[in-house]
Structure formats: C-alpha cells, structure tokens
C-alpha cells in the first residue's frame, strides 16, 4: 500500500482561524497560527510521498516535504529554542541551512510530516510558558513572544502560498 497524506482532523470550512476574531491578543496570534498549520496539512493531504517530495515548478527546487521540513524547523527553532531557551536538537541542520528543502525525499515523507505535527504541541507548551510581552535577544535586538507570533503567521502564510502553487502543478487541486 502507498502511504498518502493524511487531512488534518479539525480541518473547518474556511475560519480566518482556529481561535476567537475579539478580545485578547494572544489567542487570536495563536488561533491564526493554528489555522496556517491545518491549511499545510490540508494543502498536502491526499498526495503520496513521490508527490510529496516532488519539486513541481522549476526553476524552484522548492516541494511541499521541503516546506514541511523547513516549517517544522522554524517552529522548534523561534518557540523552542529561542523564545522558550530550551536545550534541543537541530531539525534539518538548524538555522540557515538549506538541507530542510534540499534533503527532501519521498522515503522520509512520512516521518517528515508526522516530526512537524509532533512539534506543533511541544512549541504550543514552549509558548505557554513565556508571557506575550516576554522578550529575546535577536541579533542584537529586543523581539517580544508577540513579535515571535506574528512571524511564525507571516512565515506559514508566505509559505502557503508557495504551497497552493506547488499542489496545483502536482494534481491541478486548488482551493484547499
């Protein structure tokens, strides 16, 4: 049997997110985040690992694994790491290195998606711990959680649509 990526669980209709549009700050960044994540998956769901790991729009060798991949890494790398200063392991080579995008293969496609939803509750606990206004130190500079957050929703969102071009060059699917 070939193995084909799953559709997110709680995939709703089209929210603008996962969480309330009033009221605090943080959990409206943090339903936003959640939403952007349920859409990769969504985008994804339905293809195979060759489809997967395909880099389906040359010149770009960019494919879907690869944005799964580098997704997974900026989630532990920005919440994780350097917002919670927890002491764990690089994914994919850490900052700054292209092996995220590069080393995609279908023989590591399922692994690759289930390590990026295995990483979305431990960065959701690292979040949790820090307060919204709680600042880093970023290349010389004062970044609050919240800065964080809205990286993270810019990120996925730059991505997406990276991948909703991806996915209607693989199978002609648009709209997911």
């Known amino acids: 049997m ?25 959990p409206i960044l943090e339903g936003l985040l959640a939403r952007q994540r349920a859409s990769l998956l969504n985008v994804c769901a339905g293809l195979t690992a060759e489809q997967l790991a395909e880099r389906a729009l040359p010149p770009s060798t960019l494919s ?17 790491q350097r917002l919670a200063g927890e002491d764990v392991p690089a994914l994919h080579g850490g900052p700054g290195d292209p092996g995220d995008f590069a ?5 590591s496609a399922e ?26 130190d970023f290349r010389g500079r004062a970044m609050s959680a919240r800065a964080v957050l809205l990286h993270l929703v810019t990120e996925y969102a730059r991505h997406l649509g990276h991948a909703d071009l991806l996915r209607e060059a693989i199978d002609g699917v648009t709209g997911r």
């Open 2 to 26: 070939t193995w084909t990526s799953p559709a997110p669980a709680d995939a709703p209709a089209a929210p603008i997110t996962d969480g309330p549009i009033t009221g605090a700050e943080r």
């Open 64 to 80: 879907l694994l690869g944005l799964v991949r580098h997704l997974a890494k900026v989630e532990r790398v920005w919440l994780r």
């Open 103 to 107: 080393d995609a293969q279908p023989a």
């Open 111 to 136: 692994r690759d998606l289930a390590t990026l939803v295995a990483e979305w509750p431990r960065a959701d606990a690292a979040l949790a711990r820090v307060p919204i206004d709680h600042e880093i």
